[in-house]
């Protein structure tokens, strides 16, 4: 296994439109996160699943926003309408649950989102 | 509610010079605490962590202890390289529940040879 993958790595879109990203989290992996990140900022949190159940979302993720995580692997990110405030760098990271005492989360390398 | 606090960048030194970055916290309850590095180009890498009071975490000549009585986890490396240069992000997880990562803001270190 090769790590969290993220798919696309960038994408342009023009303001109005949808976008979807995905995430492939480390196989084994059953928590996976959402963060969004802006230029000269640290990452911020957007939602997080454990399985398939989305179990916290941020007051960040508006009505725009929409995450799936259909059968517990892979996880989708949704944007509709978007912005030019939305343009930052996605970012997916995953976790397993039990390992002793801490939440160490892999971060995958993120899809960088331009609004023009 | 849970944040991060860390000193604001740039930071220039030169080659061998001795690092340090603070970074203090607030959390309810007994929070793991980490240092990320984002390299150029590059996704975030968990660089070190501690999961409790007085651990200390190291990597790469980079430590940091978690100190409870101060709310810090301050970054430390006694001699710098070129390579070094990046953004450090210090983080903590609430492991109480929800588990999410909150995040300081970064500081940029530059290295100059």
């Known amino acids: 296994d090769t790590g969290v993958s993220q798919d696309p790595r960038h994408k342009i879109t023009k303001r109005g439109q949808n976008v979807t990203f995905r995430c492939d989290p480390i196989s084994e992996h059953n928590r996976l996160y959402w963060y969004r990140q802006t230029l000269g900022q640290g990452p911020e949190f957007l939602t997080y699943?454990?399985?398939?159940?989305?179990?916290?979302k941020s007051r960040l993720l508006s009505d725009r926003f929409s995450a799936e995580r259909p059968k517990g692997s892979f996880s989708t990110l949704e944007i509709q309408r978007t912005e030019q405030g939305d343009s930052a760098m996605y970012l997916c990271a995953s976790s397993l649950e039990g390992q002793v005492s801490y939440n160490e989360q892999f971060f995958g390398p993120g899809t960088r989102l331009t609004v023009l | 509610g849970n944040s991060v606090t860390q000193m604001e960048g740039p930071v220039t030194l030169s080659e061998e010079a001795f690092l340090t970055i603070n970074c203090t916290y607030t959390?309810?309850?007994?929070?793991?605490l980490f240092w990320y590095v984002q390299y150029p180009g590059e996704g975030l890498q968990l660089l070190l962590k501690a999961t409790k009071a007085d651990d200390k975490g190291s990597n790469k000549g980079f430590e940091a202890t978690y100190r409870k009585e101060t709310t810090s986890f301050h970054l430390e490396k006694g001699s710098v390289q070129v390579s070094d240069s990046a953004v450090y992000f210090c983080a903590l997880t609430d492991n109480t529940g929800g588990f999410k990562t909150i995040f300081g803001a970064g500081t940029r270190l530059f290295v100059k040879a």
């Open positions: 959390a309810t309850g007994y929070p793991s």
């Open positions: 699943f454990q399985n398939e159940a989305q179990l916290e």
